[in-house]
């Protein structure tokens, strides 16, 4: 096998979509998320790469937005509403997920042209996937500007959550394999992850004895 030394220049002077592909790429596998949103009657729903996790108390989520040098509908929408789903994505979506990136009009919803179905529940402000095995309801807490590239941290806490309570195991987390939740590497590149261990909470004293 070869290895690639790669510096700075070296990156920053390579073909831009070939940039782009690998330095996304570097960071492994991500959460493949659904972003519903919704203002004056117009849904929006568009595919992320960038959720995590902030905190547990309260129930904070983050996502990374785009800088907002063009129409962001979906910031857009967020921004004026303050409300936005987020929605895991299935096996069985993920063709339809992935188209949700083109440009579409604001007046063209992406849940009808992706053939996505749309939910609303509680009342809540927001569009969901239907067919998602767990679906958040966010409100906007903050948005954190990022000065190095002038993305922003959009931070967002859980208001209403709707999950399968076969996926939820018995110290409160979710088997993501039974769900069949998807990931994302790269831009374009889906996965369903395979758990291979489980772990107690990890403690000095109970190390393994490690061959």
Do not use: W
Request: hydrophobic share 35%; charged share 25%; aromatic share 8%.
């Amino acid at each position: 096998m070869e290895i690639k030394h790669l510096k700075s220049e070296d990156i920053m002077g390579m073909e831009k979509i070939f940039r782009s592909n690998l330095i996304n790429s570097l960071s492994g596998y991500k959460s493949a998320n659904l972003i519903g949103t919704e203002h004056e009657g117009y849904s929006n729903l568009a595919i992320f790469n960038s959720v995590v996790h902030i905190g547990a108390n309260p129930p904070l989520l983050g996502m990374i937005q785009r800088p907002h040098t063009v129409e962001r509908q979906t910031l857009e929408n967020i921004r004026s509403t303050g409300c936005y789903t987020i929605n895991h994505l299935p096996e069985q979506l993920v063709e339809n997920a992935h188209y949700t990136s083109a440009k579409f009009e604001r007046q063209e919803s992406e849940f009808e042209h992706c053939k996505i179905d749309k939910q609303y529940l509680d009342k809540f402000p927001a569009p969901f996937v239907k067919d998602s095995p767990v679906k958040l309801g966010m409100r906007l807490r903050e948005e954190v500007p990022i000065e190095s590239n002038g993305t922003i941290l959009i931070v967002g806490e859980i208001e209403l959550a709707e999950i399968d309570e076969s996926l939820i195991t018995e110290d409160g987390q979710l088997d993501l394999n039974r769900a069949h939740t998807v990931a994302i590497s790269g831009l374009n590149r889906y996965h369903l992850p395979k758990e291979i261990a489980a772990f107690p909470y990890a403690r000095k004293e109970e190390l393994p004895d490690f061959k």
